[in-house]
Each structure stands twice: as C-alpha cells, then as structure tokens.
C-alpha cells in the first residue's frame, strides 16, 4: 500500500479495508458506528476534565470519520486528526463542508507525523485505535514526540479479559449487533499493565485508568471505575526528563 504521508508499516491492510467499507455511514447516528456515537460524549468529557481545549493544539490519532475531531473542535480546540484509511479522511472531509466544524484533516501514520512535528501538541486523543494496529507501542512512542512537555495523551481500548470477550465481541458483535461483525479479535486486546508498560518506554507518565461503558439499553455511555472492558487512560508527559 502506499499511503502518502507514511514511512512505515505499522498498519494492517485488512483492518483499513474493514473500517475504509464502513465511511458511507459512519456518521449514521443509528448505523454501523451506532455504539461510536454513544460513546462519543463520555470519551469528550474524559479528555475535557484533565486537558484545558479552548485554544489547545489537539491531535486526534485513527480519528476515522471524525467524530471526536469534530467535538474536540467544538470545544474551541485546533484539531489535526489523522488516519490511514483514505475512505474515511474522504467521508470526515465531506461531513466538515455540512457542519462547518474546521478540523485540519490528514493521511497520515502518527509515526510520520511525528518526524515533522515533534513537540507540537498540547493534547493527543487516540481512541479505539490501539487494538488495530500490528505495533502499538510504536504508536504510543510517537505520540510521546508529538506532545509538549506537560502535554497529555489520552487512551481508549480494550482490556484482554473473558469478561470483554463475552461483551464486546459476542455479546456487541453476534448477539446484539451493536458492531459489525468482525471489528475485534481478542488476541489484539489490551491489558492495562501492558499499556503501562509502553507507556512508561516512551517516556509518559499514567495518571489515570478509568472504565468506559457503554449501556446499549439506552445507546449511552459513562465513566466507571471498572476496567475489565472498555478503559480509558490519561497520561502526561514530563515537563523536562528527569
């Protein structure tokens, strides 16, 4: 594949073909991504509690059609949000002419971004992202170059537990149909500790782990302090190393 504003392959073709097929709907309040747009106000408030967005530089990483982008935006950020999947930058650029919400959308690895913007944001989001991609602490590693010091990144994935795989993947994906078929393997979950681990390698501090779930009986999501399934993080990088 060649993708411009990539130099390298911490991607897997399978995962962007999967989410590329579903940008016609991706901002159907009620169709594919019905589950991303529950989730979407609690993920918002996450980041907003711990990152002051009016007039921050705020980069968005794997922002698909951009429904984060937008709401970060929305709250007086300048947003760049990026992604490798060509169908969805088309869809999130298209939904931008309709609301009128300015983000500077690119094609573009984080990795790559991170070679030519080093120390450039005050906040990197990257959500429901993590699980896809075949390196990601490399992920994690490039986001830490992005930041300023005393910047902030914040992290939403999925914990490798039975509990998670009984939820999100057969519970989500074959019995309520909440998501597509196919959108997790469980082999790619997360476990907190790991997350850490590649954290503390790149050089960021954790400050937070805090669950995220999402009541499908009422297409909402909240904050929680269980963490055995969707989780979210926060952590913060250095003001100077010490």
Not at 158 to 177: D, H, Q, S
Request: hydrophobic share 45%.
């Amino acid at each position: 594949m060649n993708n411009a504003g990539t130099n390298n392959d911490n991607f897997s073709q399978a995962e962007l073909d999967k989410f590329g097929a579903l940008a016609n709907r991706w901002w159907d309040p009620q169709g594919p991504q019905k589950a991303l747009h529950a989730l979407n106000p609690a993920r918002l408030g996450y980041v907003a509690e711990r990152a002051p967005l009016r007039g921050a530089a705020v980069l968005d990483v794997g922002c698909g059609g951009g429904l984060l982008s937008e709401a970060l935006a929305g709250e007086g950020a300048a947003v760049t949000a990026i992604d490798l999947a060509p169908e969805l930058i088309k869809i999130a650029k298209l939904h931008r002419l309709e609301s009128k919400v300015e983000v500077d959308y690119r094609l573009s690895s984080v990795e790559a971004l991170a070679a030519q913007q080093p120390g450039r944001y005050d906040a990197i989001t990257c959500m429901e992202m993590l699980e896809h991609v075949p390196d990601p602490d490399s992920v994690l590693a490039a986001c830490a170059t992005l930041l300023k010091p005393g910047g902030r990144l914040f992290i939403s994935t999925l914990n490798r537990t039975p509990a998670a795989f009984a939820l999100a993947i057969v519970g989500a994906e074959y019995i309520a149909g909440v998501l597509p078929k196919g959108t997790h393997q469980y082999r790619d979950f997360i476990k907190p500790s790991e997350l850490a681990a590649w954290l503390r390698a790149a050089g960021l501090e954790l400050e937070d782990v805090s669950g995220l779930m999402y009541e499908p009986w009422r297409n909402a999501a909240r904050v929680i302090s269980r963490t055995d399934i969707n989780y979210l993080a926060c952590a913060r990088k250095p003001e100077r190393a010490e």
